[in-house]
């Protein structure tokens, strides 16, 4: 199905080739958040794949009420800020109250409604009313036609620069499933869709006895490469140059170093499965 394509910083999501989200799960530092930014801003130029940076400056969706949330909104839009300014990459963050849309808004390019937030309507309007390109995420556990309804209210408060994002659905206890057919379902509602592929993989709640989550980022390749050929118009994904270190989603994280040679797969896969549909 055609679906709009949509402009963030320069970035086009719905167009002629697959773009890219990444970045880590969380602003650790302004001098970490500047070293991802440039080594992505140089993986795009070399892959020839668009990347929004996306970083959060405040993780409110925590499982331990111990865990680090981030530097907060002043600050986190400071770093952000500075890592549009210096590497040139429209920017991604995610908001939780809908009283940090107006701010947020004002640096980046793409404001993101967290998956467990998907039907938080205030949140939506109060995002979609900045005029800023919105990924709305879909739920784990939303089926993908109840995206219709988020996607509504988004319309209804008169922003249709949309995208929307799948992330896993929840299946049974501490663990999530990628319904390929979501793609293909989310994407008939007329907006670029976005296939999450570390969120896919993580086992919420699942590690240290329930006070983080666990992940199994050993399956984020082949199933970005299975969504690649479903077709979608862009992939997401929370990099680290050191996951294991790293201070939010450590588990599911991709590792940096390994970014380049993914994105050119999914760039190749990509071109096949857009020269099929071409054919008909």
């Not at 839009?77 to 109250?97: C, F, N, S, Y």
């Not at 939010?248 to 970014?259: E, K, Q, R």
């Amino acid at each position: 199905m055609k679906v709009t394509a949509v402009d963030a910083g320069g970035v086009v999501f719905g167009g002629p080739r697959l773009v890219a989200i990444a970045g880590p799960c969380v602003i650790e530092s302004a001098e970490s958040s500047l070293r991802h930014a440039e080594r992505l801003a140089a993986i795009a130029r070399a892959t020839g794949v668009p990347i929004v940076f996306k970083s959060s400056f405040d993780k409110a969706n925590r499982t331990s009420h111990g865990s680090f949330r981030g530097p907060g909104l002043e600050a986190g839009l400071r770093v952000l800020e500075r890592v549009k300014r210096e590497t040139g990459m429209a920017v991604l963050t995610d908001i939780h109250e809908p009283d940090q849309a107006a701010a947020a808004a004002e640096v980046v390019d793409i404001l993101q409604i967290p998956a467990l937030l998907s039907r938080q309507t205030d949140l939506v309007f109060a995002a979609a009313r900045t005029g800023r390109v919105v990924n709305l995420k879909k739920g784990q556990f939303l089926a993908p036609w109840d995206m219709k309804a988020v996607v509504g209210k988004a319309e209804e408060a008169g922003n249709r620069r949309l995208i929307l994002t799948e992330r896993g659905f929840s299946f049974g206890y501490n663990n999530l499933v990628s319904d390929m057919r979501s793609l293909v379902i989310m994407r008939g509602l007329g907006y670029p869709v976005v296939f999450d592929a570390t969120h896919s993989v993580q086992l919420p709640g699942a590690g240290a006895g329930g006070e983080r989550s666990g992940g199994q980022r050993e399956f984020v390749a082949p199933l970005a490469r299975a969504a690649a050929a479903v077709g979608i118009d862009a992939v997401f994904m929370e990099v680290h140059e050191d996951p294991d270190h790293a201070l939010s989603d450590g588990p599911n994280s991709y590792p940096l170093a390994h970014l380049a040679a993914l994105l050119s797969d999914l760039r190749r896969i990509d071109e096949l499965a857009r020269e099929s549909v071409a054919r008909g």
